[in-house]
């Protein structure tokens, strides 16, 4: 006769020891292991023939929607060579021929220090000097050394701008804002700067070579989750 206690002891003894098969053998469930991240496309891969090598983009780090690719473009009102950067969406268009579009990833500023409006690409630069501006040096007296006074930072892997940068003009006056490699993977797809609008080095170099001095940018309003100010 099956006791009450007999009972909880049998029950006990089933979850001590796991699963239990109908022949008395011990069957353990197999520990749920994460997915792995997707494998980065081969152009995110290491860079070696640039002045200053730049390493491959770790998978898992950039969402996969950030990822260069080419898509229908969704600014058809703009003629082929605009830049177009949508701050809410994380995204940077170039408009190309057929309805199609290059999109790039970015990572934008945070609300407070966001530009928007229309610009021109004055001139490129590849590997630039870093100079912070004077407001900033002001807010962070740390980047002194670095400051348009002291000459700016050398270029290299550290330097703010990364590998190329696109300076903005509007009406003829440097707007103070750039489009620019960045080293920092993460934040891309976040508002975390000053306001310049970064990419991934190995999507700046790709940029740099499609866009010519002179090309338009529209960059679009912030307005961003207050998650993200």
């Not at 870093?130 to 980047?143: F, G, K, T």
Request: glycine share 10%; hydrophobic share 40%; net charge neutral.
């Amino acid at each position: 006769m099956l006791t009450r206690r007999s009972f909880l002891g049998a029950a006990s003894a089933a979850f001590v020891s796991g699963c239990t098969s109908l022949d008395g053998s011990y069957s353990a469930m197999a520990p749920v292991r994460p997915p792995l991240p997707p494998e980065m496309p081969a152009f995110y891969g290491p860079i070696y023939d640039e002045p200053f090598p730049i390493p491959a983009v770790p998978a898992g780090v950039v969402p996969q929607q950030y990822w260069r690719q080419r898509v229908e473009n969704p600014f058809p009102e703009h003629v082929v060579g605009t830049l177009i950067v949508d701050p809410n969406a994380f995204y940077l268009h170039l408009v190309e021929p057929d309805g199609m579009a290059m999109r790039y990833g970015i990572g934008v500023g945070r609300q407070g220090f966001s530009w928007s409006g229309d610009a021109v690409v004055q001139y490129k630069r590849r590997w630039p000097r870093w100079r912070a501006p004077d407001e900033m040096v002001a807010r962070q007296p740390e980047l002194a050394p670095y400051s348009v006074a002291a000459g700016g930072m050398d270029p290299g892997l550290d330097n703010p701008l990364g590998a190329r940068a696109l300076y903005l003009f509007q009406n003829g006056e440097d707007t103070i804002y750039r489009i620019h490699g960045n080293p920092e993977a993460h934040s891309i797809g976040q508002a975390v700067s000053s306001g310049c609008i970064r990419l991934l080095n190995h999507d700046i170099i790709d940029l740099h070579h499609r866009v010519r001095d002179g090309s338009k940018v529209v960059v679009r309003p912030a307005i961003m989750p207050v998650g993200l100010v």
